[in-house]
């Protein structure tokens, strides 16, 4: 591995624990660095977009953020040398493309909440009605949500190569970064034909979470903090197994919360997933644990064109009855194991003991949260 650069004899800050995930003083300088960016490089831009709510939208969705992707960023950084302010920075951009994914995710999904809000183009939409302008409400608040996607995704990128890091480091990032964007995309593209009356097999389900969810949350951001910090490749190829493992305990744990999260602490309603029809895991391993009767019932769901709220309470317990949950917690299980092991591989020269701790506690609240 490159040396380090004073290597890192203390505890890394943590951006989550399994006891208050996420409220820590490193999300609190993320969101503080964002917020710098919008008032020095977007406001001025956000205001000639005559939407005067363009800003407004963009800094709720940003300030509510649990900031797992920058976390895992500064993380990778941490593996390989200290961090500095041009750190929180750059590991602060990712929250921009994040803000871009779930902006144009709501709208494909015709989403109408996101984190406890009206979702972005359901704000530009009331926007429009208000003021009684001209054309189709509705298709104004996807557009106008679909280019705030698409300058958080410019200024994600400028945020990046303004953080201060060097270019050198940069350059070392920039191929897992432009990864990290064309598998979001490519999983989109998949998203949008993922229905459950098509009953995939569980493993083309996977492989769309792997590419649409995990990598992008996990893996990349942790390889591209690595990269930075001039990690080496068996570093980089370790931190790789660790995020692929732990990127999918998320999804998977993601896809539990779709069916059966509360409103309370995902901010949507409870089985969205089931009212899309999405075939998720639990969906999916659900009907390939069922058999006879529970089966045929599966279907019924599954290509239902529309479910009462007693369908999808009926549709959860059908879940839950052939033992799906059980089996999803043991695949989140399993996959925890395998990443905490995969960073045993790595002796204490490769990875400081507070790495080392830090991605063992960020492994258990990606897998054990609860929103």
Not at 262 to 277: F, N, Q, S, V
Not at 316 to 343: C, F, N, P, Y
Request: aromatic residues 6%; proline residues 3%; contains cysteine.
């Amino acid at each position: 591995m490159a040396a380090r650069t004073e290597a890192a004899t203390q505890p890394p800050v943590v951006a989550g624990s399994t006891d208050s995930p996420w409220l820590t003083p490193l999300r609190d300088r993320v969101l503080a660095a964002v917020a710098d960016f919008l008032d020095t490089r977007c406001s001025d831009s956000l205001h000639g977009a005559h939407v005067d709510i363009a800003e407004g939208v963009l800094r709720a969705m940003l300030a509510e953020g649990k900031c797992v992707r920058s976390s895992y960023l500064y993380l990778g950084w941490q593996c390989g040398a200290r961090p500095s302010e041009a750190t929180v920075r750059a590991a602060a951009s990712l929250e921009l493309l994040h803000a871009f994914a779930l902006v144009q995710d709501d709208v494909m999904d015709e989403s109408d909440m996101r984190r406890g809000r009206p979702s972005a183009h359901r704000a530009f939409e009331r926007w429009h009605q208000e003021r009684g302008l001209p054309g189709s409400s509705a298709r104004f608040g996807e557009s106008a949500a679909v280019l705030l996607g698409d300058l958080c995704l410019v200024w994600a990128e400028q945020m990046l190569r303004e953080s201060g890091v060097g270019t050198t480091a940069l350059a070392r990032a920039w191929p897992r970064y432009d990864a990290m964007r064309t598998e979001l995309a490519v999983g989109q593209f998949a998203d949008l034909v993922n229905d459950s009356a098509g009953f995939p097999s569980l493993a083309e389900v996977l492989d769309v979470a792997r590419r649409k969810s995990g990598n992008y949350t996990v893996r990349r951001p942790l390889e591209i903090g690595a990269a930075l910090a001039g990690c080496d490749d068996t570093v980089l190829g370790v931190l790789g197994h660790y995020g692929g493992a732990i990127g999918e305990a998320f999804q998977l744990r993601d896809d539990l919360l779709g069916v059966f999260g509360a409103p309370a602490t995902t901010g949507k309603p409870t089985g969205t997933d089931l009212i899309a029809r999405k075939a998720t895991t639990v969906v999916v391993a659900g009907y390939e644990l069922a058999s006879g009767a529970q089966q045929r019932q599966f279907k019924e769901f599954m290509t239902a064109d529309h479910l009462s709220s007693d369908d999808v309470t009926r549709w959860q317990a059908l879940i839950s009855e052939v033992g799906t949950v059980k089996w999803i917690e043991d695949m989140i299980g399993q996959r925890h194991t395998a990443a905490v092991e995969a960073l045993d591989s790595l002796s204490s020269d490769e990875l400081d003991a507070g790495a080392r701790s830090a991605l063992i506690t960020m492994a258990s609240a990606c897998t054990e949260r609860a929103a």
